[in-house]
């Protein structure tokens, strides 16, 4: 009789939990059993890491195998658990010794021919382990993802075959490498490519530089799809953090993280049709939603009156905490779902509703249409802009449009000035949002502001949340126009978009 110890992790959300899987070779007929609150996909792993001892010519213990998958109260799913399971079998039968077991933490598939196939959820395990004395062994093809993790010592194969040697030589494990600043950033698509909407191309660009959520209301075809998918390339790429936050939730999706697109600002986009568990997340995992796979980016729902008014009421508590908890009978999972909305919609089920002519829908039609919208989502969104159908000869007379180029180096301006004012009035408070502080220390407004929004806010008794939504807004455009008090230009404009002509309010 023997017993082996082998450390693994299980993913909580995107938080890994240690594992021990604990190999107990004993007295009784042939037979392999797996406890400790295994899932299917797990229970299946007994299969597969007999075929693949077998096909390599490894001896199987012809007696009673229990592995034990400890804590029993965390489930275990994924075919991750099979590199741990085979190396505890080969630990317990002495074709390896226990010594090389210690601090190292092993994940991986197995295939039926010994191959060890990718994982998901390998980045945040790897950033568990940073600056420990624990190496990560895990299949090779995870290796461009786990290596973003500079500080986590990493060890790979391609087959079992090769980690048997591997720990047999006991190799050392070597350190992960850093990402260069610039790598995996792009632009993306160009402004210049939407013609005309001057006012939309502004409301852009406060959104972008205040991370400002934004409603685009306007008939079809007048470019709102256009501008939402430009407003990413608005924004400073990722910091490191920030990056890491976003691989890290994309590593645990089905989707998988893309090492092209490392400080890239993701952009999701579902189609109305979606669930409200595609948006929040779930499962039997549970798996994160599209507002966590759009954390630190933008999240564009198109045709947001299309969406179930039940589906898009459960954005309004991570709109406010950044953050969404996913709860079910057994246990409870957070995600991350820090994200810039911007949504976009026609003023009428037809979307004609500026062209008498062409419009042909009722009034209780459009009102039934806008109400899908419910009043608390609208509090919490900051602008909203009415565009106008393009006209083709209006816009080959108009000047040519500026470039993201030239539009980001405002943006990037406005937000270092907002850093640096944040920094010295609440050093607490995040300087990635114009917002950040409820206290208001970041605001310091002339009389002349003061009264408009007072005469405003009594006018068409805006909520507290709407008042300070407006006044994050016109601190923006403050900062795009290098004024550091908020003068009553500032207020009228901000003011302006909530309130925008034709839109929804």
Not at 8 to 29: K, M, N, S, W, Y
Not at 95 to 124: D, M, N
Not at 126 to 151: I, M, Q
Not at 285 to 301: C, K
Request: neutral net charge; contains cysteine.
């Amino acid at each position: 009789m023997s017993l082996s110890v082998v450390r693994t992790c299980a993913l909580d959300g995107v938080f890994p939990r240690q594992v021990d899987v604990e190999v107990h070779i004993g007295r009784g007929l042939p037979s392999m059993s797996i406890v400790g609150l295994p899932r299917s996909e797990v229970r299946e792993s007994r299969d597969r890491v007999r075929a693949a001892l077998d096909h390599l010519g490894f001896a199987m213990p012809q007696v009673r195998v229990t592995v034990n998958l400890a804590p029993a109260d965390v489930p275990k799913r994924g075919g991750s658990f099979d590199l741990p399971i085979a190396i505890g079998l080969l630990a317990a039968s002495g074709q390896i010794e226990q010594r090389v077991l210690k601090r190292r933490v092993f994940l991986g598939e197995l295939g039926l021919g010994g191959e060890l196939r990718a994982i998901r959820g390998a980045l945040p395990v790897a950033l568990s382990l940073a600056d420990s004395p624990s190496a990560l062994v895990l299949p090779n093809d995870n290796y461009e993802e786990a290596r973003l993790s500079a500080r986590t010592r990493l060890l790979t194969a391609s087959t079992l075959a090769e980690l048997h040697d591997l720990l047999c030589q006991d190799v050392e494990a070597s350190p992960g490498v850093a990402m260069p600043d610039e790598a995996g950033w792009e632009p993306g698509p160009d402004l210049e490519d939407v013609e005309g909407q001057l006012m939309a191309r502004r409301a852009l660009e406060i959104a972008a530089a205040g991370e400002h959520s934004l409603l685009m209301t306007g008939p079809p075809g007048s470019g709102k799809s256009m501008l939402a998918h430009r407003l990413p390339g608005l924004r400073p790429p990722l910091t490191e953090s920030e990056a890491m936050e976003t691989a890290a939730i994309a590593s645990v999706s089905h989707g998988g993280f893309s090492m092209q697109r490392w400080r890239q600002r993701p952009l999701r986009a579902p189609h109305h049709t979606a669930s409200a568990v595609a948006l929040v997340g779930g499962g039997a995992g549970p798996s994160p939603g599209e507002i966590s796979l759009a954390h630190n980016g933008v999240l564009f729902l198109d045709e947001i009156a299309e969406f179930s008014r039940t589906v898009l009421d459960v954005l309004r508590e991570p709109l406010e905490t950044g953050r969404i908890q996913v709860s079910r009978a057994a246990r409870q999972a957070e995600f991350p779902a820090r994200f810039q909305l911007v949504a976009a919609m026609n003023p009428c089920p037809c979307g004609h509703a500026l062209d008498p002519t062409r419009c042909r829908c009722r009034a209780e039609d459009v009102r039934r249409y806008q109400a899908r919208l419910s009043g608390p989502l609208l509090d919490r969104i900051d602008m909203v802009v009415a565009m106008q159908p393009c006209a083709l000869d209006s816009v080959s007379v108009a000047a040519p449009p500026e470039s993201s180029a030239v539009v980001r180096k405002r943006v990037l301006a406005a937000i270092e000035r907002r850093q640096q004012r944040m920094a010295r009035t609440a050093p607490m408070a995040d300087p990635g949002r114009a917002g950040a502080d409820p206290g208001g220390s970041w605001l310091r407004l002339d009389r002349s502001a003061e009264d408009c929004l007072r005469a405003t806010v009594a006018r068409l008794q805006l909520s507290r949340r709407a008042r300070h939504r407006v006044l994050s807004v016109a601190r923006t455009i403050a900062d795009l126009a290098e004024c550091a008090t908020v003068s009553d230009v500032h207020m009228n404009e901000a003011l302006a978009y909530r309130v925008a002509p034709g839109a929804v309010v």
